[in-house]
Structure formats: structure tokens, C-alpha cells
């Protein structure tokens, strides 16, 4: 089981460039989110997804952008990189409902994209 | 946004000893989790907390959900290097989850 794949998991920018980063998930999920880690400040929510075709904002979205075109996948696109940006990125999943009745917020995580923006 | 306070930040420990981390926030959150990350990897998570009051363990961890839905502890007893990681606390209210800024254990031999 593949779970949450990441791609790539290391780039190195200029500042001003542009790049994509991919999660696939093979779980069905509904959900998927992109977070970055930055030392001391945990995980800070980008933007997400409920669902395929739709994206909205999180904590830290300025900078970035998001499509769900399929269900599977969530790409988060940086148009004009910034040092500011140099972090580490995980994209997460969970289905819709789960073992409880409600939401559970139970995550399952890639790996990982270390992006370092010179 | 919701702020998650999560202390100590770095715990450096003696091997066998037990581990106490919590996490408090000013709003209130419907499910309490713990992941935990080790380097190189996404966070995993340990366990998850879902009604005020709730004791939940998991081998040699236990944590629990504040009654006033505010705030959570993780305590890991004799704890052993495998343990070493960064532990996040993170509540859930809606589509959202809110991290706390982590834990990071250390374990001496």
C-alpha cells in the first residue's frame, strides 16, 4: 500500500521560479490538505480540499495555489518562489466520516517535499 | 487563527524514565490528537481523544482530553530510544486541524 506519495521530495529553487508539488493518495479519501513545517511552529495548514474540484484556504495560503482536479491527487503550485518559502511540505488525507460519527481529524501523511528557495 | 500552546518544547531524558507533554489552546476543540514524527518521515498518529475527560492509552502512552476541552497531556512511561521524535498535539474543530509546535524527545541510553 502506497498511501500518501509525495513528488519530489527535495528541490532547490532561485528565488522567482515556479514549481508544483504532487500528492497522490490511493486511500479514496475525500479530504486532503497540504501543510508546511517550519522549525519551532509545528504544522501550519496551507490550504485543503473536501472534495474533488473543490479547494479552500487554510492558516498560511498567501503564495501558493491548489487544484483537485482528481480525486487522488492535490498539487500545490508555487508561481514566483520566495526564501520565505524554504520548508518542509506535507500533504495528508483522511475520509470522509470515519470510525466515529463525526469528523476525527485522524491524518495520514506523506512523507514529505523539502524545498529550499535560494 | 486557533493557537495551539504545546510545552516543553525539548525534553532530553534518561532511558527508563517517564515523559509527561501537554498542549493548551484558548478555543475549544471537538477531538484531541497526538502524532508523532520521526526524522525523515511524515507524523504518524498515536492516539486520538474524542469526549472531555476521555483517558485513552496506547501500549506505554496515555493521554487525555481536559474537561474544559482546552487542553490535552501525553504522558510515555519508561520510555526507551525508539521513543526519540517530535510530538505534536493537534485539535480538530471541523474541517481544520491545528498543530502545536511539538515535543523534542530525546532519550540517553
Known amino acids: 500500500n502506497a498511501g500518501v506519495t509525495q513528488t519530489p521530495k527535495f528541490r532547490v529553487l532561485k528565488t522567482g521560479q515556479s514549481m508544483t508539488l504532487l500528492c497522490a493518495q490511493d486511500?479514496?479519501?475525500?479530504?486532503m490538505y497540504w501543510y508546511r513545517q517550519d522549525p519551532g511552529m509545528g504544522l501550519r495548514l496551507i490550504h485543503y480540499s473536501v472534495g474533488e474540484g473543490t479547494t479552500a484556504k487554510g492558516e498560511v495560503p498567501d503564495g501558493y495555489n491548489v487544484s483537485r482536479l482528481k480525486k487522488q491527487n492535490f498539487l500545490l503550485g508555487l508561481e514566483s518562489a520566495a526564501p520565505s518559502q524554504t520548508s518542509v511540505y506535507f500533504c495528508a488525507s483522511r475520509p470522509l466520516g470515519g470510525q466515529r460519527p463525526f469528523n476525527t481529524g485522524e491524518l495520514f501523511f506523506g512523507e514529505g517535499s523539502r524545498l529550499t528557495v535560494l | 487563527g486557533q493557537q495551539l500552546n504545546q510545552s516543553p518544547q525539548s525534553m532530553f531524558i534518561q532511558e527508563g524514565e517517564d515523559v509527561s507533554m501537554n498542549c493548551t489552546s484558548s478555543?475549544?476543540?471537538?477531538?484531541w490528537l497526538w502524532y508523532k514524527q520521526e526524522p525523515g518521515e511524515g507524523p504518524v498518529l498515536l492516539i486520538a481523544?474524542?469526549?472531555?475527560?476521555e483517558l485513552t492509552s496506547n501500549g506505554r502512552l496515555t493521554a487525555q482530553f481536559g474537561i474544559t476541552r482546552k487542553d490535552s497531556f501525553l504522558n510515555i512511561s519508561a520510555s526507551i530510544p525508539s521513543d526519540v521524535g517530535i510530538y505534536f498535539c493537534?485539535?480538530?474543530?471541523?474541517?481544520?486541524?491545528?498543530f502545536g509546535g511539538g515535543t523534542r524527545l530525546m532519550v540517553k541510553p
Open positions: 481523544l474524542y469526549k472531555a475527560g
Open positions: 493537534a485539535g480538530n474543530a471541523g474541517n481544520m486541524l491545528t
Open positions: 478555543s475549544i476543540f471537538n477531538t
Open positions: 486511500m479514496n479519501h475525500e479530504y
